[in-house]
Nanobody, 117 residues
Framework: QVHLVESGGGLVQPGGSLRLSCTAS??????????VGWYRQAPGNQRDLVAQ????????SYADFVKGRFTISRDNAKNVVYLQMNSLKPEDTAVYYC????????WGQGIQVTVSS
């Protein structure tokens, strides 16, 4: 089993930045072999994929609504996947989740990001 914990969320003004971290514990071997994605869900909306990074950083993809503003990266030595979020907009407000996929599917508990003046 893999246990994922998100951190780094909070309240930020429009145009600001936040860096989310997804830290893994448990079966780190599964985590390091897995693709890891960041998802978000606003109240009343479905959960959408924001960005994903494959095993070994071989492939990275972004949703159109964050391209050019968000950057996903991973540090397998530290068992962490990051989501750098720049130029934040009020519509980025949501609960953000990280998830592994491929070898095993595990979700974090989510963390709130609120973009408001």
């Amino acid at each position: 089993q893999v246990h994922l914990v998100e951190s780094g969320g909070g309240l930020v003004q429009p145009g600001g930045s936040l860096r989310l971290s997804c830290t893994a514990s448990g079966d780190i071997f599964i985590f390091r072999l897995s693709a890891v994605g960041w998802y978000r869900q606003a109240p009343g909306n479905q959960r959408d994929l924001v960005a994903q990074i494959q095993f070994g950083n071989s492939s990275i993809s972004y949703a159109d609504f964050v391209k050019g503003r968000f950057t996903i990266s991973r540090d397998n030595a530290k068992n962490v996947v990051y989501l750098q979020m720049n130029s934040l907009k009020p519509e980025d407000t949501a609960v953000y989740y990280c998830k592994t996929s491929g070898v095993g599917d595990y979700w974090g508990q989510g963390i709130q990001v609120t973009v408001s003046s």
